[in-house]
């Protein structure tokens, strides 16, 4: 009797140790998540901190650089961080000779037929650079040259309309295939103000790309045609090759029709988006993933959720974001502001004519010419 009364003590001590062993450890897990959650929010904080700076110090030094453009531009800090731009940091860094590469071309080098079929290319590409060459006086002078959309990193001494996937050589030009880029930027289309748009997301475009790169068309369409009122999308035709894709074809349309709403994607293709010149110039708010292809737009210096809605890879996100920005309207007019602002630096034609001049220019000094 005296045994049993025992054990039962005994047991009941060793309950007693466990549960206080076990809310010790509740108190210990509920701590350490508690410190989990303070320390993401502190983390959260410090970013937002971060971006806010960041976009701070992008429209201040904006603001600056357009403010300071007056008869001595061509003197400015902005005008050669421009040129340095478009030169690329390679070539920057490596002063280099002409006549070491393969494939140097003269201006004679420049025909009708170039390397992209049809007479309308060549005119975009050859023609428009024999002008250049011609107007600066280089007309004796070598270079390198690759005409259309560029998809591979090329050396740092070839004149080209854009760079791809991080690639800081090459030398970038705003006069090549300049209508198809800048003409709807010069000639502005008819908009509407932001609030009288559609409040839904809008995009069409080519097959053109690869399924393979980041990003890509395809897996925009694949994942959200016609899964979600919010989400009007769809291919405008299909080209080089992609017909299995025919099923995704809602037609083509005009810039006009883009501008009906409130937001428009921005997607690359075999390089740049054709048409981000103008969306980001527009009463409409810009969603895109983090731009790979840089042209003479700088669409790696474009600051994500700043001048644009930042998207996913895989656009998984494209909902969630579309409903964020119906329930914040005054957060996405201030992105479209920024947006607009950006573009305003593209504005003065002669300007810009001034810092391709310089950007060739130093282009044959730095190839020792």
């Known amino acids: 009797m005296i045994s049993l009364k025992h054990n039962s003590v005994k047991n009941k001590v060793i309950n007693s140790i466990g549960q206080q062993i076990q809310?010790?450890?509740?108190?210990?897990?509920?701590?350490?998540?508690?410190?989990?959650?303070?320390?993401?929010?502190?983390?959260?904080?410090?970013?937002?901190?971060?971006?806010?700076?960041?976009?701070?110090?992008?429209?201040?030094?904006?603001?600056?650089?357009?403010?300071?453009?007056?008869?001595?531009?061509?003197?400015?800090i902005y005008f050669k961080n421009?040129?340095?731009?478009?030169?690329?940091?390679?070539?920057?860094?490596?002063?280099?000779?002409?006549?070491?590469?393969?494939?140097?071309?003269?201006i004679n080098s420049l025909s009708n037929k170039g390397t992209i079929s049809g007479t309308d290319r060549y005119s975009r590409y050859d023609n428009n650079l024999k002008n250049l060459l011609i107007k600066t006086n280089?007309?004796?002078?070598?270079?390198?040259?690759?005409?259309?959309?560029?998809?591979?990193?090329?050396?740092?001494?070839?004149?080209?309309?854009?760079?791809?996937?991080?690639?800081?050589?090459?030398?970038?030009?705003?006069?090549?295939?300049?209508?198809?880029?800048?003409g709807a930027y010069y000639n502005k289309p008819t908009d509407i103000d932001y609030d009288k748009k559609i409040?839904?997301?809008?995009?069409?475009?080519?097959?053109?790309?690869?399924?393979?790169?980041?990003?890509?068309?395809?897996?925009?369409?694949?994942?959200?045609?016609?899964?979600?009122?919010?989400?009007?999308?769809?291919?405008?035709?299909?080209?080089?090759?992609?017909?299995?894709?025919k099923k995704y074809v809602k037609g083509e349309c005009e810039i006009e029709d883009f501008l009906k709403y409130k937001y428009i994607l921005s997607v690359e293709g075999n390089d740049k988006d054709t048409g981000i010149n103008w969306k980001l110039n527009s009463n409409s708010l810009v969603l895109m993933a983090k731009?790979?292809?840089?042209?003479?737009?700088?669409?790696?210096?474009?600051?994500?959720?700043?001048?644009?809605?930042?998207?996913?890879?895989?656009?998984?996100?494209?909902?969630?974001?579309?409903?964020?920005?119906?329930?914040?309207?005054?957060?996405?007019?201030?992105?479209v502001k920024n947006a607009n602002l950006f573009m305003k630096q593209f504005a003065n034609n002669k300007l810009e004519e001034k810092i391709e001049e310089a950007v060739i220019n130093k282009y044959f000094q730095l190839t020792n010419q």
């Open 23 to 76: 809310l010790r450890q509740r108190i210990k897990q509920r701590q350490q998540l508690m410190q989990r959650q303070q320390l993401m929010q502190r983390r959260q904080l410090m970013q937002r901190l971060i971006t806010k700076i960041q976009q701070n110090r992008a429209k201040k030094s904006l603001n600056n650089n357009i403010s300071q453009l007056g008869n001595n531009y061509m003197d400015s």
């Open 138 to 182: 280089n007309t004796s002078k070598l270079f390198c040259f690759e005409r259309g959309d560029i998809i591979t990193n090329l050396n740092m001494v070839t004149l080209c309309k854009n760079r791809c996937d991080g690639n800081d050589s090459s030398v970038l030009l705003r006069t090549l295939n300049f209508p198809r880029h800048w």
């Open 199 to 245: 409040s839904k997301v809008f995009w069409r475009g080519t097959t053109t790309g690869q399924i393979t790169r980041p990003a890509n068309r395809f897996e925009l369409i694949t994942r959200w045609y016609n899964k979600h009122n919010l989400i009007d999308i769809g291919f405008s035709f299909t080209c080089q090759n992609k017909e299995n894709y």
């Open 291 to 335: 731009p790979r292809v840089t042209s003479w737009l700088m669409e790696t210096t474009l600051i994500p959720d700043y001048h644009y809605v930042l998207l996913k890879d895989d656009f998984s996100d494209l909902l969630e974001k579309t409903t964020w920005c119906n329930n914040h309207p005054n957060e996405c007019k201030q992105i």
């Open 82 to 106: 421009r040129v340095d731009f478009y030169l690329g940091k390679q070539l920057l860094e490596n002063k280099t000779d002409i006549k070491n590469y393969d494939n140097v071309m003269t």
